[in-house]
């Protein structure tokens, strides 16, 4: 999940970022004191979560909430204010939460599981990804059409790794088995990633693939994933479960493996 915290006094939102920081269900939080600013790191930066004061100077957390919706509808906005003569006018922003100030952890903890729920229940996600069998992406029941083969694996490859982040130098070790990776293939792999980010953006799903400190990285929550769901104890990905995993790419059998064994040992 990925949040971001506004406000106009920079200790809260320092205090705010680290409390946001130690939450695992967060990957990625930014702060800002300036709502302009903010405004246009979302633009680029679709946020899940939204932290917002409501009392700033120039644009208030009001209207920064109306544009912020008005572009990526998805996001949880909670307000956070010393001010409880606002929560009409938050909740008439469809807001899901409203905080009045200082921010507590366990209050901060209840409200991300609350976005969580909200965003799963308001925006179910229209990317379904099949990893039982061989590997496809759907977005809104439409099978995504690779340029590249390996455009393909590096996805399927980072959808087995489920949020963790890969290092190119792993990434090249899959794609590329037994292979140097001396400069010319670091050239190739950077094609195969490109080619794979021009995929999702033709799709519109860019944001499910993430890119920070030379790792990459799959946002498990944006996904419908049957691998996913068989982890969360689902019981229709378990009946779709038949043993195969993966058959596109060799390097899936030890998931497959794991997966068998789940089925044998119950566990």
Not at 3 to 23: F, H, I, N, P
Not at 213 to 231: A, K, M, N, T, V
Request: one cysteine or more; hydrophobic letters at 40%.
């Amino acid at each position: 999940m990925r949040a971001v915290c506004v406000d106009d006094d920079r200790q809260v939102v320092e205090d705010t970022v680290s409390l946001c920081g130690r939450l695992k269900e967060v990957d990625l939080v930014q702060g800002f004191t300036d709502s302009r600013e903010a405004l246009r790191w979302l633009e680029y930066h679709p946020a899940d979560f939204a932290l917002l004061d409501i009392h700033m100077p120039e644009m208030d957390g009001l209207e920064l909430a109306q544009r912020l919706l008005s572009r990526h509808p998805g996001t949880a906005v909670v307000f956070l204010t010393a001010h409880p003569r606002y929560a009409v006018d938050a909740f008439a922003m469809h807001a899901c939460g409203y905080i009045l100030k200082p921010l507590s952890p366990e209050r901060l903890i209840r409200e991300v599981d609350h976005a969580i729920l909200y965003r799963k229940a308001a925006f179910p996600s229209h990317i379904k990804v099949k990893t039982f069998g061989n590997f496809e992406i759907l977005v809104d029941g439409r099978m995504v059409a690779f340029k590249r083969s390996r455009a393909k694996e590096l996805l399927a490859f980072l959808v087995d790794r489920q949020g963790g982040g890969v290092s190119r130098a792993e990434i090249f070790a899959v794609l590329w088995d037994n292979r140097n990776y001396d400069h010319a293939m670091q050239k190739q792999l950077d094609v195969i990633i490109r080619s794979l980010r021009e995929t999702l953006r033709q799709y519109q799903i860019s944001e499910i693939l993430e890119m920070r400190s030379g790792y990459l990285r799959i946002r498990p929550e944006l996904l419908e994933c049957d691998l996913y769901l068989y982890e969360e104890g689902d019981k229709r990905a378990a009946e779709a479960y038949r043993g195969e995993y993966m058959n596109n790419y060799p390097w899936g059998s030890m998931t497959e493996a794991s997966l068998t064994r789940s089925i044998h040992y119950g566990y």
